[in-house]
């Protein structure tokens, strides 16, 4: 039977053993994976723009492999995707455009007349969002009368008023306090080079005012707070200067707190660009210790390659660690549990125990013992990472008797027990982040200012404690959970992904929670979304979605060619669902053999992972090389034994 059938026997087991050494090459020495964490276009442009920006001196190697980093992304459109091989994005291309144009590339070569040509077509640069316009303004390109108003004295305000930093998501909130200060000084650019884009507009750029409402705006708020926004255009150059220098000690306070040495306030881009401008802004030089370590922790970020390079938005080591960890715990073998170990030993000095980060402003009485995400990120812990982690270090303590990690477990437990919130949901870093008006502000046009409950953070934190022993009976935090999950529930079966693409993601972190949680494999929402799952199954045996599955006017799920991520999901999702004899897991794990490359990985251009739907997208290089490996393993494991049954929440 076994030459018949790949899924069976030594076609299985072989391409298990390959990928398994595959994944432990990239262990670094001390124990950690860390994969390279791939966005678009505009985090690399934006690294360029504020180079010149601050007139730091030109390192011409390394432009000249942005630029061709830059121009190889470009989209068949001529403009710039959020994606691979997705549609025009304005923002992207503007941005890409003006960094290409600042490393010398000239207006008449090919690539930037058809980039030219794409944005004249779709209205031009005036589209632009509200971020781009605010790094135009910074360059003199639009006047500040362009971006939205964003007084400083916004700090000072109490918690009872309706805008206040901890009613936003903790990404919005890092990066607005340093653009804050920015939006107060109106630094200019140095741009010794003088470049500019007047040529994208089909207006002159400095006649331009505010931005349209957005699609997801509801047109009542937007007005509102367009009206405000125009009176605060008014009265903001009165107000008192001792107020004024009130709220930007306040705002260098409370970044100053948060700094985190080289991994940066929020250990993402966009904040630490903003500190190292605001502290430009506000006169001190490249020596000043806050801007010169945030500075270099900007090229730390830097992924340079023989001929091209790149900026990540942020490193992503603690989630790669303890996702290989349960990739390899599920291979096993004499080399993956080892190897597992040590990384989960590195993982237990990074979780933070002490510091109470802006979380605690909602639940002032949970201890912290979350993950962050990143290196160091003490502020903002993660809620996936720490479920994530927990599950992976019981794992090792189960099946292979590994002491050491009690304490840790105990303590990741009480935080996410803790951060619960009151609609039975987890958000990712967040409690009861359900101030969705403040998507209506002007500043808003991205729709990502908050850090709600969504479908896959709160699978994974019942998919924790149901395999610490809790189920619907016995524990009111699962029960409350899965409350949550079955009204969320679409009505063809799937669940929402808010940090994975999309549909399919989500509905493997909920499959799996339902299993462990103990919910009868014939409910009809595991049924549903079983039959779901096997009814998208591309015609190659393998699964794919698209990022225009996030499309405001809901459609759901969007066919794309397969990939070895969201194969492995949906594999993964339709074992936990009891249907490892599935004709259709058969064919996802013939999919899988046969598209394995000679070095046991996969090859996966295509974006699988979300930072904002709709805004911005993350290609996680590890995501094909540790979650085929781990399917099949489950596959040979449940086909090894008798029961059939998950007895993981991963």
């Known amino acids: 039977m076994d030459s018949v059938n790949p899924t069976s026997g030594e076609a299985l087991e072989s391409s298990i053993a390959s990928a398994t050494q595959g994944v432990l090459a990239f262990q670094q020495p001390d124990g950690h994976w860390v994969f390279e964490l791939e966005a678009d276009c505009t985090i690399p442009a934006e690294y360029i723009l504020l180079r010149h920006y601050l007139a730091e001196p030109v390192d011409v190697a390394l432009e000249a492999k942005i630029g061709n980093y830059l121009r190889r992304v470009q989209g068949a459109h001529g403009g710039w995707p959020l994606v691979h091989d997705g549609e025009f994005d304005m923002s992207a291309s503007v941005k890409a455009y003006f960094a290409l144009k600042m490393i010398g590339d000239s207006v008449d070569a090919p690539h930037m007349v058809r980039a030219r040509e794409a944005i004249h077509a779709r209205g031009g640069a005036i589209n632009s969002n509200v971020f781009t316009r605010f790094l135009l303004a910074t360059f003199g390109v ?171 938005p942020c490193v992503s080591p603690v989630w790669d660690t303890t996702l290989t960890a349960h990739a390899l715990l599920e291979a096993g073998g004499d080399k993956a549990v080892p190897a597992a170990r040590q990384g989960l030993d590195w993982l237990i000095p990074r979780q933070e125990l002490e510091v109470k980060g802006d979380w605690a402003v909602k639940r002032p009485d949970v201890r912290p013992g979350g993950w962050a995400f990143q290196y160091n990120n003490a502020h903002y812990p993660d809620l996936d990472d720490t479920a994530v982690v927990v599950m992976s270090m019981d794992r090792m303590r189960r099946e292979h008797g590994a002491t050491g990690y009690d304490a840790a477990i105990d303590r990741g437990r009480e935080w996410i027990e803790g951060m619960q919130s009151d609609d039975g949901g987890w958000a990712a870093f967040d409690v009861n982040n359900l101030e969705y008006y403040l998507n209506n502000i002007p500043f808003s046009d991205h729709g990502a200012l908050l850090d709600p409950p969504t479908e896959d953070v709160t699978a994974r934190c019942i998919s924790m404690l149901a395999q610490l022993g809790e189920t619907e009976k016995t524990s009111k935090h699962v029960a409350d959970g899965v409350a949550y999950l079955r009204k969320t529930q679409h009505p063809e079966g799937s669940w929402y992904g808010r940090w994975g693409m999309n549909f399919i993601y989500g509905t493997w972190s909920v499959l799996c929670a339902l299993n462990m949680a103990g919910v009868d494999r014939n409910d009809p929402m595991m049924r549903k979304a079983a039959d779901w799952l096997a009814s998208i199954q591309n015609k190659d045996g393998g699964w794919g979605e698209d990022a225009v599955s996030y499309r405001l006017d809901y459609r759901g799920w969007e066919a794309a060619p397969s990939t070895a991520s969201q194969t492995a999901w949906a594999l993964l999702a339709l074992m936990a669902a009891g249907e490892v004899d599935h004709p259709a897991v058969a064919r996802g794990v013939e999919y899988l053999i046969a598209t394995q490359n000679e070095k046991g990985l996969w090859d996966e251009q295509r974006y699988t992972a979300t930072g904002f739907p709709r805004v911005f997208y993350l290609r996680y290089h590890g995501y094909p090389k540790f979650f085929p490996l781990w399917a099949l393993a489950r596959y040979r494991n449940l086909r090894n034994t008798n029961s059939r049954v998950v007895g993981v929440g991963m």
């Open 142 to 312: 639009v006047t500040w009368r362009a971006v939205p108003v964003l007084p400083i004295e916004i700090v000072l305000l109490p918690f009872w008023s309706p805008f206040h930093l901890n009613k936003i998501s903790y990404w919005a909130r890092t990066t607005m306090v340093p653009l804050m200060v920015i939006a107060a000084l109106k630094p200019r650019a140095r741009n010794p080079k003088g470049v500019g884009i007047d040529e994208l507009f089909l207006q002159d750029p400095r006649s331009i005012g505010m931005t349209a409402k957005a699609p997801h705006q509801s047109m009542a708020w937007f007005v509102l707070f367009r009206a405000l926004d125009g009176i605060l255009r008014v009265v903001e150059p009165m107000f008192p200067r001792r107020l004024r220098k009130r709220a930007i000690d306040a705002a260098l306070a409370f970044t100053e707190e948060r700094l985190n040495g080289e991994d940066g306030m929020g250990a993402i881009y966009p904040p630490m660009a903003n500190i190292v401008m605001m502290y430009d802004a506000l006169g001190k030089d490249e020596t000043f210790p806050p801007r010169a370590i945030t500075r270099r922790g900007i090229d730390k970020l830097l992924v340079i390659k023989g001929d091209e390079a790149y900026c990540q």
